[in-house]
């Protein structure tokens, strides 16, 4: 959205801002946008060289930190999450990594919910660790714990609502006053929900991350990440990523705007295969717990509710037994894809103690609630009666 009256998309939806921000015409007046596959760009004299590279004139300088299709998935991306500005990467956890490098320092300490993606963890347990920079990990909802966490070293407070993969859901507005009672910033990583479902800037955050692979794209096609946030965060993070070249390329960048075309559309439909499945599965024998925010149980139930427009499409459970249960289960199925990957048309199963947990120790697995019979499920856009049906296999399976 801008501030101009005359703009049409001044206050716009969220689905028509998908398909038209950012989108500025060449003079061959394309309808589709256009991808910018060039490393560098020749300057029309020496003297706007310099401007450009002392960033006194604007203008594209180089492709590792300014694109015109990248700028335009940046532009589009910072609209549908209501921020000023956006930087996009090579993958989400460059999007981390950019971010933290960007504005951390060592001596600075982070505090994390204890529910995020392994790999997350890892890069604050082991990498940031070594150039200075200490996390405390808290109990995803235990506001408490986040409160006496805090530090006067503390810089940020950074976590997944909904979590994976047990779907926590986190008051971002209550973590965003606690932050702002700090001087900290709140960071969260939207990507279960997507700006069509969520907007985390609108609640308090400061800065929201996604892995672009995910939702954004669709369809499993490309790796990326964005973060999106203030301007003058922004300008640093972009600063990182000139010298350090996390970059994304302008074909993905392609690729995630056509995604983000769909996205409104898709994420509802994600949702509701993902609410008829919960359901379902709560009701088997077999099934020991279900983790999805969309079902009254939930005890985050109320407040996904509040913050979120519809529950998002992925969700967990435990089936009765261990880890060869749960194995059983998944090998049994015969529709669904045996990937990490998720936020795709087709529908995802993954052992995530084995697999995108797996570089935890046995404690933190504990801690995080990744249990040996836990699967996640990322329910794609395939006809719910035959993932019901898939579903099905593995339960004879026990």
């Not at 939702?215 to 003058?232: F, I, M, N, P, T």
């Not at 390329?249 to 056509?258: G, I, R």
């Not at 089936?319 to 048309?345: E, H, P």
Request: proline content about 4%; glycine content about 8%.
């Amino acid at each position: 959205m801008t501030d101009n009256p005359e703009d049409p998309l001044d206050q716009a939806d969220i689905a028509t801002l998908a398909i038209r921000a950012g989108h500025r015409r060449t003079h061959e007046g394309e309808h589709g946008e256009a991808i910018f596959t060039t490393s560098s760009y020749v300057f029309p004299s020496a003297a706007e060289a310099a401007a450009r590279f002392a960033g006194d004139a604007p203008g594209n300088v180089y492709s590792r930190y300014t694109n015109p299709t990248v700028r335009l998935f940046q532009e589009r991306i910072a609209a549908l999450e209501g921020g000023e500005a956006a930087v996009a990467t090579a993958s989400g956890m460059a999007a981390i990594l950019s971010t933290c490098m960007a504005l951390l320092s060592a001596g600075d300490h982070l505090v994390c919910a204890r529910s995020v993606f392994g790999t997350t963890t890892v890069l604050f347990n082991k990498y940031l660790r070594k150039f200075g920079v200490d996390t405390t990990f808290v109990d995803t909802t235990d506001y408490a714990a986040w409160e006496r966490a805090i530090t006067p070293a503390t810089r940020v407070l950074f976590l997944e609502t909904p979590s994976n993969p047990i779907c926590e859901v986190v008051d971002i507005a209550r973590l965003a006053e606690l932050a702002r009672a700090h001087n900290c910033l709140l960071i969260v990583d939207n990507c279960f929900c997507t700006p069509a479902l969520q907007q985390p800037l609108a609640l308090g955050a400061d800065l929201v991350i996604h892995s672009a692979t995910k939702y954004l794209d669709g369809q499993g096609r490309c790796v990326g990440g964005v973060v999106v946030g203030s301007a003058e965060h922004m300008d640093e993070v972009t600063g990182f990523l000139r010298s350090a070249g996390p970059t994304m390329s302008p074909f993905n960048a392609w690729v995630f705007l056509k995604g983000l075309e769909t996205l409104r559309l898709r994420m509802d439909a994600h949702s509701a295969g993902a609410m008829t499945i919960a359901e379902w599965l709560s009701a088997r024998p077999a099934i020991e717990k279900v983790y999805y925010a969309g079902l009254p149980s939930h005890p985050g139930h109320a407040l996904a509710r509040r913050q979120q427009r519809a529950f998002g499409g992925v969700l967990s459970f435990q089936v009765k037994g261990d880890r060869d249960a749960a194995w059983r289960f998944i090998d049994a199925t015969r529709l669904m894809s045996l990937t990490a990957n998720l936020g795709d048309a087709k529908t995802t199963i993954v052992h995530p103690a084995t697999t995108t947990h797996s570089r935890l120790s046995e404690q933190d697995k504990q801690r995080a609630q990744i249990t040996d019979n836990l699967i996640r499920v990322a329910v794609g856009l395939e006809a719910t009666a035959d993932l019901i049906t898939d579903l099905q296999r593995g339960i004879d399976a026990l």
